[in-house]
């Protein structure tokens, strides 16, 4: 017996759908969020190598922008010899937009490397002479305008950028060179829009020496040349020095970094830019959120939609089975189901209506099967009743003790049998409807005298004492004969059901002013529980442990029933300290529409 409830096969399959599709999402979702985080982290790592080439870029010409500007001033000394120093100076007063290029100083250098006139005054640096610098060297191998790597001033002892343009006559005649210079300390080729942004985003950009190792920008805001780390102290600087353009590093706070560098090889500079890796995962998670709620939304909405679907394919099932059920507890062979809808259910709705086809014709056979027997059998079992009667009577003669002990066990049988016919015969006319009763006014007294006194014998045989209790009633209205059988029931069940010197109660009480019950009580077991419901069903018997507990057809309390219902009486039972069944009869002056049938002949 299957106990609780149990999810209906459209929430089942509804469930399934939408466990299914969240299960699907969630496995797309978590593929997509790890994509998401590597395509942000990706394009983060291209922002950063575009940055920092892109700083790189422009203060590459920066640089070149003020070579070029150097040479085009020194190709104003291409006379065969160079100025005396009081013109070199004057002239080099004039270029207020080169003074505006190289704010530290504006030099010219003879053919020996040596200083001999400047715009802006140092002491000790005219006459000083530098041929020993690399960078002089170099630009005089080469004849070219040449810009140093960051140097320390010999005279001012600042952190320097020198640039040298070489001095020629038309004939090429080396006369010396044009220079200028820029203090790192005060003077930065950087582009000044470089940080926007990059405070804001917590972003980090160092600029980084490496012919020195120092530091031209250590991205703390000061512009103060400043020595690197020891190694091992800051991984970014680390990565920077080891040659690895891009990457991620853990930060001086243990955040994980997204890096990228690019290396300006006329300086030997190394451009640093980094980003903290929550700038990928933030926006991926966002856009996984995102995405997560909407799926979450379609799931719930196909869940739903799965739901009515399945609801609206299943509800021609319910309907059915509600039909099913109806015509389970009130057969009727013109009941039959409609064999629309989809295939399924019309192929299912018409197979059960063939099979119910087949179960009525088994019904009419079996009823007519019944029906000859009955009445076949009743013609025989009449005579042989009649001729046992006379036999026990003694009319036919005296007979031993032993042959009359014989004949009444035959004639006790032989009723028994003759009632049992009749149960069947009433069963068949009561089927198909041909049950007639006489409805009279009766009084009660008698019916239940009658019942006592053609039911001690059974009661003897059983050690069962017999007892009746009515006082002063209404009469009823009844089919005297029909109400006997009723109660006959009764007393034959509380009987066969009571122990052994039990007693037996037939008890008659005004219930309400319109019907009379009639109440027989039994000193038994009682009903059993889980018989509750069939106790007046056809062919129904309670049975203890697995066998029956009496011998039966089955048929009596379902006859009696009915014939309460032909007579529009009422039956029950109920439990205490025995089985107590009962039935309400109406009384004669229980209203005008009983009023009308009394003393008709009614169909059932």
Known sequence: ???????????????????????????????????????????????????????????????QLRLNSLSAFASQFADDDLPDQAALEIALNRQTAIQDLFPAALLIFD????????????????????????????ALKKRTPIVSKPIIGRTTGRPLLSFLAPIETDEGDFLGFAGGTLDLGKTSLLPEN????????????????????????????????????????????????????????????????????????????????????????????????????????????????????????????DRMTTRIKHMAEQPDSAMRLGES???????????????????????????????????????????????LKLLSSGTTGPLSEKSQSMANLALRNGERLQLLVSDLLDFNKLSDGSLKVRIQSEAIQPILYGTVEDNNTMAAEHHVRLMSDSGELPHILCDKHRLRQILDNYVSNAIKFSPKNGVVRIKARLHSPEYVRVTVSDQGSGVPDSFADSVFKR????????????????????????????????????????AHFWVDMPTSGSGEALSTVADEETDS
């Open 111 to 138: 053919e020996n490397g040596c200083a001999v006139a400047e715009n802006v005054y140092v002491p000790n640096r005219i006459g000083t002479c530098y041929l020993d610098r690399p960078h002089f060297q170099e």
């Open 1 to 63: 017996m299957r106990s609780g409830k149990s999810l209906s096969l459209s929430s089942r399959v509804a469930i399934i759908i939408g466990g299914g599709s969240l299960v699907t999402v969630l496995a797309i979702i978590a593929i997509a969020y790890q994509a998401l985080v590597q395509d942000f982290e990706d394009l983060l790592t291209h922002r950063q190598i575009l940055e920092a080439a892109r700083t790189s870029d422009q203060v590459d010409q920066k640089l």
């Open 194 to 317: 470089r940080n926007m942004g990059l405070y804001e985003s917590q972003g980090i950009e160092k600029i980084i020496d490496t012919e020195n190792f120092l530091y031209v920008d250590a991205g703390n805001g000061s512009q103060n040349i400043e020595p690197l780390p020891p190694p091992g102290a800051d991984a970014l600087t680390d990565a920077a020095l080891s040659g690895i353009t891009f990457g991620q590093v853990n930060g001086q706070d243990g955040q994980p970094l997204i890096y990228a560098t690019n290396h300006l090889q006329r300086l030997g500079w190394v451009f640093v830019r980094a980003v903290p890796y929550d700038q990928a995962t933030t926006p991926a998670r966002q856009s996984f959120l995102q995405f997560f709620s909407i799926s979450l939304l379609i799931t719930l909405v196909i869940a739903a939609l799965s739901y009515l679907l399945v609801k609206s394919t299943m509800s021609p099932l």
């Open 341 to 387: 809808g989809i295939p399924e259910v019309s192929n299912l709705a018409g197979a059960f209506n063939r099979l119910l086809e087949e179960r009525d014709g088994l019904d009419r056979l079996k009823d007519h099967f019944m029906s000859s027997v009955s009445h076949e059998l009743r013609t025989p079992l009449t005579s042989l009743t009649g001729a």
């Open 539 to 578: 062919f129904a018997q309670a049975e203890t442990g697995t066998t029956r507990s009496v011998k039966g057809t089955g048929l009596g309390l379902a006859i009696c029933a009915e014939l309460a219902t032909l007579m529009h009486a009422e039956v029950g039972y109920y439990n205490d300290q025995g």
